[in-house]
């Protein structure tokens, strides 16, 4: 499976391009050209990846599709992954990392659903603010929450609120390759009105009898997640079964608990921030930003994104769930503890997240 990559108007080989750009590097300012082309066209720019909005759907209640068109410097996807979008909201620049929930296409495009979350700067900007035409930054594609070509017999796709978008962008994958293995997809709402793709997946499961749909609204008497509802899936080979789920932080945590053990392979991802292990936010700890000069104090029981950010500092953040990479800086001294998994680290000159590392000790940072 290869990632769908945008092709340059230049009929170079990429290596022989990118050696000629870095060569005109040397006369051209990369800033300076971005803002006179811009105001040619919006999406030419010298190396920086943008998309332009094309398409605006209502995908549910409180839940929108825009439909992207990038320009030729964003480099593609693998289905189930996800990217980190950008706009610029009352003069700050805002960055949130987004699932896409398509599959790659001849024209290049690509799409995304958000929900509007309560409180959210991002997903109100892009639910109710953005239009067709606006023009956003955009990242490159990350995530391991995909599917292999070929493996495990059976696979069971766990989703939760938004965490359908990536596994709608792997349903649809199988689909396009006529469902070659069982898939059976859970579905977990709060209420019907705000599932999204429900009647897709309604049509492929009548299409497809290798396909299994069930939609669960928990305020309309589903039930939520446990050992019951998930055994009749377990039932037939659950050596064979590899399960994807991606969720809230408590539904991927509680999903890997109860498939401990019973399938062959299991993956997840969260799209909440994680909850601290060690919740003692008394405990008070030195942290040394290097290239900054400054030496702060900060609550150990925090994310040290978080901390950071409580001392009026604003370090490069994309998703605040440790999945987008964008966060990551050398921790040069002292032990940090990932706030997802528990796991310490104490290797000098190492990388971590910051958006789901605590200090457990004083730290020093390259920041």
């Given at each position: 499976m290869t990632a769908l990559t945008t092709t340059a108007s230049t009929s170079l080989p990429a290596s022989q391009s990118g050696l000629l750009r870095r060569w005109?590097?040397?006369?051209?300012?990369?800033?300076?050209?971005?803002?006179?082309?811009?105001?040619i066209n919006r999406l030419w720019t010298w190396e920086r990846p943008l998309a332009r909005v094309v398409e605006r759907q209502e995908a549910a209640l409180g839940?929108?599709?825009?439909?992207?068109?990038?320009?030729?410097?964003?480099?593609?996807?693998?289905?189930?992954?996800h990217l980190n979008l950008g706009v610029e909201i009352d003069g700050r620049r805002v960055t949130r990392s987004y699932s896409l929930c398509?599959?790659?296409?001849a024209d290049g495009r690509i799409a995304v659903t958000v929900q509007q979350i309560d409180g959210g700067l991002m997903s109100t900007q892009l639910c109710t603010r953005t239009r067709v035409g606006d023009v956003l930054d955009i990242g490159p594609a990350y995530g391991e929450l995909t599917l292999p070509a070929q493996g495990l017999a059976r696979h069971l796709l766990l989703a939760a609120g938004s965490g359908i978008t990536p596994l709608m962008s792997l349903?649809?994958?199988?689909?396009?390759?006529?469902?070659?293995?069982?898939?059976?997809?859970?579905?977990?709402?709060?209420?019907?009105?705000?599932?999204?793709?429900?009647?897709?997946?309604?049509a492929l499961a009548q299409r497809f009898p290798n396909?299994?749909?069930?939609?669960?609204?928990?305020?309309?008497?589903g039930r939520r997640i446990d050992a019951e509802l998930l055994a009749p899936r377990l039932a037939a080979g659950a050596g064979q079964l590899q399960a994807l789920a991606c969720g809230p932080g408590g539904f991927a945590a509680l999903a890997r608990e109860l498939l401990s053990g019973q399938v062959?392979?299991?993956k997840a991802e969260a799209f909440t921030p994680a909850v601290p292990l060690n919740t003692d936010s008394k405990?008070?700890?030195?942290?040394?930003?290097?290239?900054?000069?400054?030496?702060?104090?900060?609550?150990?029981?925090?994310?040290?994104?978080?901390?950071?950010?409580?001392?009026?500092?604003?370090?490069?953040?994309g998703c605040r769930m440790g999945i987008c990479h964008s966060c990551v800086c050398t921790k040069h001294e002292g032990l940090a503890e990932d706030m997802n998994t528990g796991e310490r680290c104490s290797e000098p000159n190492s990388a971590i997240r910051i958006c789901v590392s605590r200090a457990c000790t004083d730290l020093s940072l390259d920041l």
């Amino acid at each position: 499976m290869t990632a769908l990559t945008t092709t340059a108007s230049t009929s170079l080989p990429a290596s022989q391009s990118g050696l000629l750009r870095r060569w005109a590097r040397s006369f051209v300012d990369p800033a300076v050209f971005d803002y006179w082309a811009g105001h040619i066209n919006r999406l030419w720019t010298w190396e920086r990846p943008l998309a332009r909005v094309v398409e605006r759907q209502e995908a549910a209640l409180g839940s929108v599709t825009l439909v992207l068109q990038p320009n030729r410097h964003w480099q593609g996807f693998l289905p189930g992954q996800h990217l980190n979008l950008g706009v610029e909201i009352d003069g700050r620049r805002v960055t949130r990392s987004y699932s896409l929930c398509d599959v790659p296409r001849a024209d290049g495009r690509i799409a995304v659903t958000v929900q509007q979350i309560d409180g959210g700067l991002m997903s109100t900007q892009l639910c109710t603010r953005t239009r067709v035409g606006d023009v956003l930054d955009i990242g490159p594609a990350y995530g391991e929450l995909t599917l292999p070509a070929q493996g495990l017999a059976r696979h069971l796709l766990l989703a939760a609120g938004s965490g359908i978008t990536p596994l709608m962008s792997l349903v649809r994958e199988q689909a396009e390759r006529q469902m070659p293995q069982p898939v059976t997809l859970m579905y977990w709402v709060k209420t019907a009105a705000q599932a999204c793709f429900v009647p897709e997946l309604q049509a492929l499961a009548q299409r497809f009898p290798n396909f299994q749909f069930q939609l669960i609204a928990t305020q309309q008497g589903g039930r939520r997640i446990d050992a019951e509802l998930l055994a009749p899936r377990l039932a037939a080979g659950a050596g064979q079964l590899q399960a994807l789920a991606c969720g809230p932080g408590g539904f991927a945590a509680l999903a890997r608990e109860l498939l401990s053990g019973q399938v062959a392979s299991f993956k997840a991802e969260a799209f909440t921030p994680a909850v601290p292990l060690n919740t003692d936010s008394k405990h008070q700890v030195q942290v040394e930003l290097r290239r900054s000069g400054r030496t702060l104090e900060v609550a150990s029981g925090m994310s040290l994104l978080a901390a950071l950010e409580a001392q009026g500092l604003r370090p490069q953040s994309g998703c605040r769930m440790g999945i987008c990479h964008s966060c990551v800086c050398t921790k040069h001294e002292g032990l940090a503890e990932d706030m997802n998994t528990g796991e310490r680290c104490s290797e000098p000159n190492s990388a971590i997240r910051i958006c789901v590392s605590r200090a457990c000790t004083d730290l020093s940072l390259d920041l």
